[in-house]
């Protein structure tokens, strides 16, 4: 993976978001890579990400909202596996409420969005649940993190390094 781009044009949110999705966000620092080039300014928080925080004109979401991170992983024989984490905050000062979703299909088929009155919007945890059932939806991040190391990195010895290894 080569990511090129001018500074502030959102290569290390794109790593951020791979790593909060293949570690359910356990203790991550985002943007490490300004305090790494010298910053003195703390990283995002993952409030203000789904507030959509802006310096200039506050938090575009103060009542809160839900966002997800989601890759699609392919198996050497050519079978997808959709991985993603969901993530809701009432306002920008409250703890996230995260879940995580692992399943044997295209990204495309995980139904993120629902329509409603006002258009489309993302699918809170409940929603989700209720829209896969048991097949896939992990309402904790543990149980999320535990199906991630068994499936994908040989158990959680290998996940806590590989944690680890990320935070680096």
């Known amino acids: 993976l080569i990511m090129l781009g001018d500074n ?12 909060y999705v293949l570690t359910a966000g356990e203790d991550m620092e985002f943007n490490a890579a300004a305090r790494v080039s010298g910053s003195k300014q703390q990283g995002r928080r993952i409030q203000s990400i789904i507030t959509r925080y802006n310096v200039d004109t506050g938090h575009m979401r103060p009542s809160g909202g839900v966002a997800y991170a989601a890759l699609e992983i392919m198996s050497a024989g050519r079978r997808p596996t959709s991985v993603a984490i969901g993530m809701s905050v009432n306002s920008p000062e409250e703890q ?4 995580g979703i ?11 969005l629902v329509k409603d009155a006002d258009g489309e919007r993302p699918r809170d945890r409940q929603e989700m649940k209720k ?18 190391a068994e499936r994908f990195l040989g158990g959680k010895s ?11």
């Open 8 to 19: 502030a044009s959102g290569k290390t949110t794109v790593l951020d978001a791979i790593h």
């Open 96 to 99: 996230v409420t995260r879940w």
């Open 102 to 112: 692992i399943r044997d299909c295209y990204l495309e088929e995980i139904p993120f």
């Open 131 to 148: 829209a896969l059932g048991d097949n896939g939806f992990y309402g904790q991040p543990q149980a999320f993190c535990s199906q991630l």
């Open 158 to 168: 290998q996940f806590a390094d590989f944690c680890r290894f990320l935070k680096i």
